[in-house]
């Protein structure tokens, strides 16, 4: 499908809302110099314009299959793959002692999202790819690092997390796969997992699994748990693939979309895996993989907003239909007042998504450079927002795109569902969307609200800095963030959990709103409140920003109503 890389919206949002240039200026970025970050955006631009775009189709119309036991990738993947790999946008993030460029996250956030929205289902491969590495790069042994990092940063190998079981669900604690020690310093692991993007594939090498499994006598519940990491073909003495472990793809699963991205059931039988981190430590190294992959994933929401917004655009200034109430009209469904609400709205929700992510990214980037805590807070903060927000808008958006289409919109000819199709899953891997607003609610306000805090001193800093040029936004910003802060006063205050868990998806959401209004209202300051930025924050703030009251009412009512109803009653 036709797509356009967003490259002004990324320039503008670097230079003049989020500051880039002080991740640039701090030692371990420096080499991320203004001409370096424009040529990396323009060439990924190219290539998820010209190489990835064409994939979308490919993968929705020829999944991938399993063939006696051999994964075969849609048409074209494995030269879209190859097309990533050798331009070196797997290794972006990644340190250069191993070959990595060691770019920015807000960079690498940036091209995932044109790669994403090119075409989501081969996006995937590399995103678990990247995850992996940094989880190496934070927990393996040198020997691990070695041997792996060079291959999976090169893209001659890829990697995949796997986590859930049959059984287990989102209970991690619940796992059941073995890890037994064989002796000579490796495990053999034994055990199902389920779901598991890009579990195996017919491009690379060798296919390397981060394996969540529980040593005997291990404790139970999470803190029993370690991780493994169990590649496909175990490595000779040169590091080169060897002999085949002892693992299998049992079956690939029917979803829904993403047909072009093979979800596996694995299996493994003894396979021969090596200890990441301390015995029993499990999920703290998976976490490092899990976070990567939460901004990933919201960014992928991004992604399919931004590529159904761009295939609703299309439409709508192609299709005639009705006579237009406005003068000078194109004469297409584009001068409707609703079809233009619609597409207003994709595309301011589109840049809050979009500047929300890269703040994350940000503040990840500076954590890096700095160490300093507050920014890591503030990464942490941002993370389930980021992923919540971001996938629930690109369903939103994708099915508005539908919308748009009207009847034309539901029928798969015209690619306008596959974007609805292959969203959907985003707000329920890597952690529900409403397990990311539990989280929210309970692990980041263990702080008692500093760090959320910290940012309504920001955004009511920059309300006031702007009540004189800009009061029509500023007044509402501001009037949103004093209740926003007095609602995660009274989340801090409850107690009892269930009261905040009952609110969180809702408090989430709020939250997201009125981050989205600070954003625009930046966008205007630095556009001087004229001109299209200005138009869009105008639309995103007076029409789209008041959700947010009706949002963290709900969210402050407790969780008695959510009981209100007996199961009896429920079913009766």
Known sequence: MPYRAPLSDYRFLFDQVLDLTQVTATERFAEATPDMIEAILTEAGRMCEEILAPLQRNGDLTPAKLENGVVRTSPGFADGYRAIADGGWVSMGADPEHGGM??????????????????????????????????????????????????????????????????????????????????????????????????????????????????????????????????????????????TNDLKVVSLEHKMGLHGSPTAVMQYDGATGW????????????????????????????????????????????????????????????????????????????????????????????????????????????????????????????????????????????????????????????????????????????????????LMDEIEAVAERTRGTLSDLAEPVWEAAETLRETIEWMVAQKDMNNRFAGSVPFLKGFARVLGAHFHLLAAEAEGGDGPRSGLARFYIKRMLPEYAGALTHAREGADGVYALGIEELVS
Not at 150 to 176: F, H, R, Y
Not at 316 to 321: I, P, W
Not at 353 to 379: H, Q
């Open 102 to 243: 060691g770019l920015p996250m807000a960079l690498v956030s940036a091209v995932n999202e044109m790669m994403g929205a090119a075409c989501l289902s081969l996006q995937l491969n590399p995103l678990m790819t990247q995850g992996q590495i940094e989880a190496l790069e934070h927990h393996a042994s040198d020997a691990i690092k070695e041997t792996y990092l060079p291959k999976l940063i090169s893209g001659e190998w890829c990697g995949t997390m796997n986590l859930t079981e049959p059984q287990a669900g989102s209970d991690v604690g619940a796992l059941s796969t073995k890890a037994v020690a064989n002796g000579d310093g490796s495990y053999a692991v034994t055990g199902q997992k389920i779901y598991i993007s890009w579990g195996d594939n017919d491009f690379t090498g060798n296919v390397c699994h981060l394996v969540l499994a529980r040593l005997p006598d291990a404790a139970p519940g999470t803190k029993g748990i370690s991780l493994f990491l169990v590649p496909k073909y175990l490595p000779d003495e040169e590091g080169n693939p060897g002999r």
């Open 275 to 454: 200890l990441i981190g301390e015995e029993n430590d499990g999920m703290r190294a998976m976490f490092t993989m899990m976070n990567n992959a939460r901004l990933g994933v919201g960014i992928q929401g991004l992604s399919v907003a931004e590529g159904a917004y761009q295939h609703a655009l299309a439409y709508a200034q192609e299709r005639k239909q009705g006579r237009v109430p406005v003068s000078d009209g194109t004469g297409t469904i584009i001068d409707h007042a609703d079809v233009r609400r619609m597409l207003m709205t994709m595309k301011a929700n589109i840049f809050a998504v979009r500047a929300i992510a890269l703040a994350c990214a940000v503040a990840i980037d500076m954590k890096t450079a700095t160490g300093d805590a507050e920014w890591g807070a503030r990464a942490a903060l941002l993370t389930p927002i980021v992923k919540a927000f971001g996938t629930d808008t690109g369903i939103a958006v994708a099915e508005m795109g539908v919308q748009v289409h009207g009847g034309m919109g539901y029928i798969e000819e015209t690619g306008a569902a596959q974007y609805s199709r292959d969203v959907r899953v985003t707000a329920i891997y890597e952690g529900t969307n409403g397990i990311q607003a539990m989280d929210l609610v309970g692990r980041k306000l263990m702080d008692g609200g500093e760090a959320a805090f910290r």
